[in-house]
C-alpha cells in the first residue's frame, strides 16, 4: 500500500522507508501465514542474533488445525511480569521513570530501537485501540518474523484492511516491537516503556508476551486518554444473565488478574454425575454439593477492558460500559482434562476463525486442545495457557452498551484456619456500601497463588482500579475518576466475591457462580434484615445470613467464616487484622495534596477503623 500518504510520525516514516521489505497484511489468514513463517510452512522458530549470546530463541509456533500455537522456552516468559511498566518521557507520572530505573535518558534506546527497526522486515498494520467511535487511531510496527505477536496483537485490537484505511489516517499511538533489547538492555526481563509525546502515544514493546504490551500496553493507551478526560477503562468483565424465568440481570465482575474475570463468562463446572461441587474441606476431606439442574443463560459483554466513556451514559443511575476489546485473552489454567467445560473446549478445539494458543501443548497439524498445558518444569505444568478468541465467533455476545445492575469485586483468598489463619475469610459473598466498594478497588489485592502475574507469596495491591500496572499517569487522578462512578451511579448494588477458599474450604470459582445464578434469581431487590448480617470483620460490609438457592439452604460456615470450627472467631479475627493492615499500608499513599475531600474523608475513615454505618453514611443507594 502506498503509506506514503498517511499522516505518520517521522518516526516510523523513516522506519519504513529504510526497512529491507514491509508488510501490511490485510486479511487473518495472511497474518496466520506470517506467523507460521510463510503459507506453506507448519513450523517456525522466532530468533534474534543478540550479540555477545549468539542466536536467542525467543518463542516456537506451530500451525494447528484451529490457528497458531505459540511457546517461550523460558518459563518467565510465560507470565506477565508486574513490574514491566516503565515511564520513558516528564510528564506527571507516579511509575517508575526509565532515567531513574537505569541511569539514562530514554532518548537514546529509543533511537536505537528505531536504527534497530530500519533493517528488519517487517509487519505493519493499523487498527483502532478501544472502539471505533471510542479510543485511538493507532499503528502497529513489528519485525515479520515475529508474526505469532502481530497476529495477537490485531487479533486483540482489531485490523483496519489497508484498503479501507482512510487517506487522513494520523495514528495518535504507535507501538514499536523491538524483543532483542530484552536481552541486550535488560538482563532478560520484560519491559514496555510508555513515552507520551504530545501528538502520539509511543510505546516500546522489548518482549513478545502479548500481556505487557499488546493488551495491557493498548489498556496503558486509553486509561491515559481517560485521564485526561475524566473517565476510565474499567478492568472488569460484564455479563447479562438470563434466568430460567426470563428474569435479566447484567453483571459487571472487577479484579485482579486470577480474580475471576473471565470465569464470570463460564458456566459453573458440573462433576460428572450433574452436581456442582460448592467445596471440600481441607482439613477433613468432607465434601458438599448442590443440585441446580438448569442454569442462567449467559450472554457475554466483555472479558477483561470495558470503556466507561461518558458518550454511552444515561442518567438513569446506572453505570453503562462496552467492550474496549477484539477479542479476549482467555486463560485455562482451570480446565485441565476434557470435559471440564464444554462450552469452551468445543468453541475453542473447532472454532470458525483461526484462534492464537499460548502456553499449550501442541504439535504442528495437529489440533491444539485447552487442556494440555505446557510445563514450567517437568510434572509442573504453566499456570497461564492462554487463548485470544474473537468476539464475533462467541455465541449470544453483546455488541451494545449495556447497564450494570450489580458490580462485583473478586479476590483469590488462601486458605484460613484457627491454626494458620489467613485473610481467606471472606464468605460467599458479601455487600458492600459504595464508599468501601470504592476503597476495595483502590487496594485490589493481587491473591493467593496469582496465576497470571510473576510474583511473590503474600498479600500485595494491583493497584487503583486493579488496573494501576497498566497506567501510566497519576494514582490520585484515577482514585478520583473511580470514586465519580460511584457518586454519580446509585442505583447499582455492589458485592464482594471470593475465588479459591472459603475458610478451610476449597470452592475454586464456585462461590462466583452460585453468587451470580443467586442475585440474577432474585432480581434487584433488596434484602430483608433476616437475611444479612453485619460481618464481623467491617471492611467485608454485610454478610449473608440466609442463602437458599433452588430451594436448597446454603450452610451459615459458607456465609459466615467465623462459625467454621475449623476457623472460629480466633482465626477470623486474626485474618480480619492481616486486611486491616493491608489496607491501611496500601490507602496511606493516596493522600496527597491533589486527593478529592470525599476520597480522603474515606479512606480516612478506614485508617481510623470504621464502623460500618460510617461507610453507609458517605454515599446513599437509590
Not at 495491591?461 to 462512578?485: K, M, N
Not at 496511606?588 to 470504621?610: E, F, M, V
Request: proline share 7%; aromatic share 10%; with cysteine.
Amino acid at each position: 500500500m502506498d503509506w506514503e500518504t498517511l499522516n505518520l510520525p517521522e518516526e516510523a516514516k523513516s522506519i519504513l522507508r529504510a526497512a529491507p521489505r514491509v508488510l501490511f497484511p490485510s486479511t487473518e489468514h495472511e497474518m496466520v501465514d506470517l506467523a507460521c513463517g510463510g503459507p506453506q510452512s507448519n513450523a517456525y522458530e522466532v530468533v534474534y542474533d543478540v550479540p555477545g549470546k549468539g542466536k536467542v530463541v525467543e518463542a516456537s509456533v506451530a500451525r494447528v488445525r484451529n490457528g497458531v500455537s505459540a511457546n517461550y522456552p523460558e518459563a518467565y516468559m510465560r507470565r506477565r511480569d508486574p513490574d514491566c511498566l516503565v515511564v520513558g518521557d516528564d510528564l506527571p507520572s507516579d511509575k517508575p521513570r526509565y532515567a531513574d530505573r537505569y541511569g539514562e535518558s530514554f532518548a537514546g534506546l529509543r533511537q536505537q530501537t528505531f536504527d534497530w527497526l530500519k533493517n528488519q522486515e517487517l509487519a505493519v498494520f493499523a487498527f483502532n485501540a478501544g472502539a471505533d467511535e471510542i479510543g485511538l487511531t493507532a499503528l502497529a510496527i513489528c519485525p515479520a518474523n515475529a508474526g505469532f505477536f502481530a497476529l495477537g496483537l490485531a487479533m486483540l485490537q482489531g485490523m483496519i484492511p489497508p484498503e479501507e484505511i482512510p487517506a487522513d489516517f494520523t495514528p495518535r499511538a504507535v507501538i514499536y516491537i523491538a524483543p532483542i533489547f530484552r536481552h541486550t538492555h535488560f538482563n532478560g526481563r520484560q519491559v514496555v516503556v510508555h513515552n507520551r509525546r504530545e501528538q502520539v502515544y509511543e510505546l516500546f514493546s522489548f518482549n513478545l508476551y502479548p500481556g505487557p504490551s499488546a493488551k495491557k500496553g493498548v489498556y496503558g493507551m486509553l486509561l491515559n486518554l481517560g485521564e485526561q478526560e475524566g473517565w476510565t477503562t474499567a478492568h472488569c468483565s460484564a455479563v447479562r444473565v438470563v434466568t430460567p424465568y426470563d428474569n435479566e440481570v447484567t453483571m459487571m465482575h472487577e479484579g485482579a488478574s486470577g480474580g475471576g474475570k473471565s470465569e464470570m463468562l463460564e458456566q459453573a463446572h458440573r462433576a460428572p454425575d450433574g452436581r456442582w461441587l460448592l467445596g471440600i474441606n481441607t482439613v477433613n476431606g468432607e465434601e458438599r454439593y448442590l443440585q441446580i439442574p438448569r442454569a442462567c443463560e449467559l450472554r457475554p459483554v466483555t472479558d477483561d477492558m470495558a470503556l466507561c466513556h461518558p458518550g454511552i451514559q444515561s442518567n438513569h443511575g446506572k453505570l453503562r460500559l462496552q467492550d474496549a476489546e477484539n477479542a479476549w485473552f482467555v486463560r485455562v489454567n482451570h480446565i485441565n482434562h476434557y470435559g471440564t467445560d464444554p462450552f469452551l473446549e468445543s468453541l475453542t478445539a473447532q472454532p470458525s476463525n483461526p484462534l492464537l494458543f499460548l502456553n499449550i501443548d501442541a504439535v504442528p497439524s495437529a489440533r491444539a486442545l485447552i487442556w494440555e498445558h505446557v510445563e514450567d518444569r517437568p510434572g509442573k505444568p504453566c499456570p497461564n495457557p492462554r487463548v485470544i478468541i474473537p468476539r464475533k465467533i462467541v455465541p449470544e455476545i453483546i455488541d451494545a452498551p449495556v447497564s450494570v445492575d450489580i458490580r462485583s469485586f473478586g479476590v483469590r483468598t488462601p486458605p484460613c484456619t484457627k491454626d494458620a489463619p489467613t485473610y481467606g475469610i471472606i464468605g460467599m459473598f458479601h455487600i458492600l456500601p459504595p464508599a468501601l466498594a470504592w476503597l476495595w478497588r483502590l487496594v485490589a489485592p493481587r491473591g493467593h497463588d496469582n496465576p497470571s502475574i510473576v510474583d511473590e507469596e503474600g498479600m500485595s495491591s494491583e493497584g487503583v482500579g486493579s488496573y494501576w500496572p497498566f497506567a501510566s499517569g497519576l494514582r490520585t487522578r484515577h482514585a478520583d475518576i473511580l470514586l465519580d462512578q460511584f457518586v454519580t451511579y446509585r442505583r447499582m448494588r455492589h458485592i464482594l466475591v471470593p475465588n479459591q477458599y472459603i475458610g478451610a474450604w476449597k470452592v475454586g470459582f464456585m462461590a462466583q457462580w452460585i453468587t451470580r445464578e443467586y442475585l440474577a434469581r432474585r432480581g434487584n431487590a433488596r434484602f430483608r434484615s433476616a437475611q444479612i448480617r453485619p460481618a464481623r470483620c467491617s471492611l467485608l460490609g454485610y454478610a449473608m445470613h440466609q442463602m437458599q438457592v433452588e430451594g436448597q439452604q446454603i450452610a451459615r460456615w459458607f456465609l459466615q467464616v467465623d462459625t467454621q470450627p475449623e476457623v472460629g472467631v480466633e482465626g477470623y479475627d486474626k485474618g480480619a487484622e492481616q486486611i486491616r493492615g493491608f489496607f491501611k499500608q496500601t490507602l496511606q499513599p493516596y493522600l496527597t495534596a491533589d486527593l478529592s475531600p470525599l476520597a480522603r474523608q474515606i479512606i480516612q475513615c478506614c485508617l481510623d477503623d470504621g464502623s460500618l454505618e460510617d461507610y453507609e453514611a458517605f454515599i446513599s443507594v437509590e
